[in-house]
Structures are given as structure tokens and as C-alpha cells.
């Protein structure tokens, strides 16, 4: 399962950190991201990174928002700065991982994290 901890209330011009852990049975995690879902919108791709390393991130959140791993602690984490308003809604994170080496790649969502931006 995916854990998500870090968000809160914060006025604009802010920063957050939003970590997201994920245990159980994990045979290998691949690709992990941030959702993100913001009340009569639909769910968008925020940031993700993968195994190598690699980034992408929304244009809305480029040179404000970075998105890192720590693969030993099967942890992702998303560091915003410069939040806005328009960044308001509940984030969630998303892993593709396998429990056992047997098993097909599984996606998987964490419970979902409030981030509230006043302006």
C-alpha cells in the first residue's frame, strides 16, 4: 500500500513536502508520480519520476514543483514551492510496482493528501 503524508494549509508564495511510502509485499516498484484532482476537475498527472531518474513534470507546475525518490526507502516526494491557489486539491500518489516477482505490474494509489493554498 501507498502512504501519503505532507499536506496542510499554506498561503501562497509557500512551500510543502508531500513523501509517500509504500510497503507490504514489494517484489519491485517502477515508475512513481503525483496526482492530483481539484474539486469538479478531473484527475491530472502532477509530476513522476522513473527508476533512472527521469522527470515529467505538468507545464502549470514546471520550475516550481520537483519530484524525487528515495528507492532504498521505496519513497517518493514532492517538494512544492511558489504554491498558488490553482494548485488547491487533494493529491494522491501512484506507484506501478509488482508484489512478487511473478506478478504482473499493479498500479497502484495512495489515500490521497489535502493541499490548500490561500491567497
Known amino acids: 500500500q501507498l502512504q501519503a503524508s505532507g499536506g496542510g494549509l499554506v498561503q501562497a508564495g509557500g512551500s510543502l513536502r508531500l513523501s509517500c511510502t509504500a510497503s507490504?509485499?514489494?517484489?519491485?516498484?517502477?515508475?512513481m508520480g503525483w496526482y492530483r484532482q481539484a474539486p469538479g476537475k478531473q484527475r491530472e498527472l502532477v509530476a513522476a519520476?522513473?527508476?533512472?531518474?527521469?522527470?515529467n513534470y505538468v507545464d502549470s507546475v514546471k520550475g516550481r514543483f520537483t519530484v524525487s525518490r528515495d528507492s532504498a526507502k521505496n519513497t517518493v516526494y514532492l517538494q512544492m514551492n511558489n504554491l498558488k491557489p490553482e494548485d488547491t486539491a487533494v493529491y494522491y500518489c501512484?506507484?506501478?510496482?509488482?508484489?512478487?516477482?511473478?506478478?504482473?505490474?499493479?498500479?497502484?494509489w495512495g489515500q490521497g493528501t489535502q493541499v490548500t493554498v490561500s491567497s
Open positions: 501512484h506507484a506501478y510496482l509488482r508484489p512478487r516477482s511473478s506478478d504482473y505490474v499493479r498500479t497502484n
Open positions: 507490504g509485499r514489494i517484489f519491485e516498484i517502477n515508475d
Open positions: 519520476i522513473t527508476t533512472g531518474g527521469s522527470t
